[in-house]
T-cell receptor, first 114, second 117 residues
Framework: NAGVTQTPKFQVLKTGQSMTLQCAQD?????MSWYRQDPGMGLRLIHY???????DQGEVPNGYNVSRSTTEDFPLRLLSAAPSQTSVYFC?????????????FGSGTRLTVV | AQKITQTQPGMFVQEKEAVTLDCTYD???????LFWYKQPSSGEMIFLIY??????QNATEGRYSLNFQKARKSANLVISASQLGDSAMYFC??????????????FGTGTQLKVEL
């Protein structure tokens, strides 16, 4: 099925470990983004990309890196995991820049850092 | 100031009744978009409905409608004929025009809706 695919669905890390959350979309969407969801805080933007080779920081970028080498993929890297990064992570994409373009979300990755 | 405010942490509604979930927003942009998403207990984010700031009519999508009052900066979601499957967390979100950060979707804190028999 077309859409946004996130892997893994669940992950437990030890403090200080690094890992990459994968995100892929097959809708040829230009724009991709990463959000984290914490209880009582809604979703907050971590990083986003408006096209291959272009990335920028969102609201809460510290501790995360991204790259966009292809239109399809937008991985999120945790450099040195901390308990404060325990969260549910969502990848989202949209087709274009128009204000009316909706966002398609992946199913999320639940990350626990111990 | 909060950009998106959802003042109802939890709501209950009886099956087949209508329910309104409140959302107010704050922006200085003339061009913006308002979105509602549903998050069931399984965790995925499901797009429900969209309202553009220049749209003259309220958006509707099946049992969902958006009561858009631009002067009051409110964008309430109305669910008619509630069903048990509507039990979920509902998020209001806004995307502002480029001057306000056009690449960011700003979310409220959500309203947990429970539909009862």
């Amino acid at each position: 099925n077309a859409g946004v695919t996130q892997t893994p669905k669940f992950q437990v890390l030890k403090t200080g470990q690094s890992m990459t959350l994968q995100c892929a979309q097959d809708m040829n969407h230009e724009y991709m983004s990463w959000y984290r969801q914490d209880p009582g805080m809604g979703l907050r933007l971590i990083h986003y990309s408006v096209g291959a080779g272009i990335t920028d920081q969102g609201e809460v970028p510290n501790g995360y890196n991204v790259s966009r080498s292809t239109t399809e993929d937008f991985p999120l890297r945790l450099l040195s995991a901390a308990p404060s990064q325990t969260s549910v992570y969502f990848c989202a994409s949209r087709l274009g820049q128009g204000i009316n373009y909706g966002y398609t979300f992946g199913s999320g990755t639940r990350l626990t850092v111990v | 100031a909060q950009k998106i405010t959802q003042t109802q942490p939890g709501m209950f509604v009886q099956e087949k009744e209508a329910v309104t979930l409140d959302c107010t927003y704050d922006t200085s942009d003339q061009s913006y978009g308002l979105f509602w998403y549903k998050q069931p207990s399984s965790g995925e984010m499901i797009f429900l409905i969209y309202q553009g700031s220049y749209d003259e009519q309220n958006a509707t999508e099946g049992r969902y409608s958006l009561n858009f009052q631009k002067a009051r900066k409110s964008a309430n979601l109305v669910i008619s004929a509630s069903q048990l499957g509507d039990s979920a967390m509902y998020f209001c979100a806004m995307r502002e025009g480029r001057r306000g950060g056009g690449n960011k979707l700003t979310f409220g804190t959500g309203t947990q809706l429970k539909v009862e028999l």
